[in-house]
């Protein structure tokens, strides 16, 4: 499938702001999802915007998107020490339809929030 | 609601064993997605049902992989004469996805991990 590329690793300070960046290729892209996944437990839908928005708010989140250098951000404010996870990026896309639109994630950028 | 659930949480194996991994969806989903997760990855699509029927299984590696879903509802994703590298974890996923609708929230279960030995 098409790539998608995140950061490895993010280590901020309890209060700061994180920001998570990700790119992928496949302009065919409709949605595009932000996960957060906990040691042990599964992968949660944090937020997610749709190809033809610019920014998404949902209480301490925010989506960017560029969608002409296919850029997606994720910014947390007030970052806290249980927002300490990995947090995927991943996309739906119509080349994807046959799959059920299935996810195509990239790998993964492990924050790690210190006191 | 009960979300979706996996069974067994581990499983550990020797090399050529036969396993099953089992998948309880959310009622009512549709939809059910199977994804594996090596480590320090995110996950890969292996297949997607919609309903009863394997709708795409193009993500499966090879033929010693295989799933069903006989009724719409639990799926099992079967392995046979395992791998060391099949060594991950094994994720299924389930959403109301409508045919034709894009918008795909995916409901993710804990997950199998499964180690070949």
């Known amino acids: 499938g098409e790539d998608v590329e995140q950061s490895l690793f993010l280590s901020v300070r309890e209060g700061d702001s994180s920001v998570i960046n990700c790119t992928y290729t496949?302009?065919?892209?409709?949605?595009l999802y932000w996960y957060k996944q906990e040691p042990g437990a599964g992968l949660q839908l944090l937020t997610y915007?749709?190809?033809?928005?610019d920014m998404k708010q949902d209480q301490r989140l925010t989506v960017l998107l560029n969608k002409k250098d296919k850029h997606l951000s994720l910014r947390i404010a007030d970052t806290q020490t249980g927002d300490s996870a990995i947090y995927f990026c991943?996309?739906?896309?119509?080349?994807?339809?046959?799959?059920?639109?299935?996810?195509?994630f990239g790998k993964g950028t492990s924050l790690l929030v210190t006191p | 609601g009960a979300g979706v659930s996996q069974t067994p949480s581990n499983k550990v194996t020797e090399k050529g064993k036969y396993v099953e991994l089992r998948c309880d969806p959310i009622?009512?989903?549709?939809?059910l997605y199977w994804y594996r997760q090596s480590l320090g990855q995110g996950p890969e699509f292996l297949i997607y049902?919609?309903?009863?029927?394997?709708?795409?299984d193009s993500g499966l590696p090879n033929d010693r992989f295989f799933a069903v879903r006989p009724e719409g509802s639990v799926s099992t994703l079967k392995i046979q004469r395992t791998e060391r590298g099949d060594s991950a974890v094994y994720l299924c996923?389930?959403?109301?996805?409508?045919?034709?609708?894009?918008?795909?929230?995916?409901?993710f279960g804990p997950g199998t991990r499964l180690t070949v030995l």
């Open positions: 915007i749709f190809s033809n928005m």
């Open positions: 991943a996309e739906s896309a119509w080349a994807n339809s046959n799959s059920g639109y299935a996810l195509n």
């Open positions: 996923a389930s959403s109301p996805l409508l045919a034709g609708d894009s918008y795909n929230e995916q409901f």
């Open positions: 009622s009512g989903h549709t939809a």
């Open positions: 049902f919609q309903g009863t029927g394997a709708a795409d």
């Open positions: 496949d302009s065919s892209s409709t949605y």
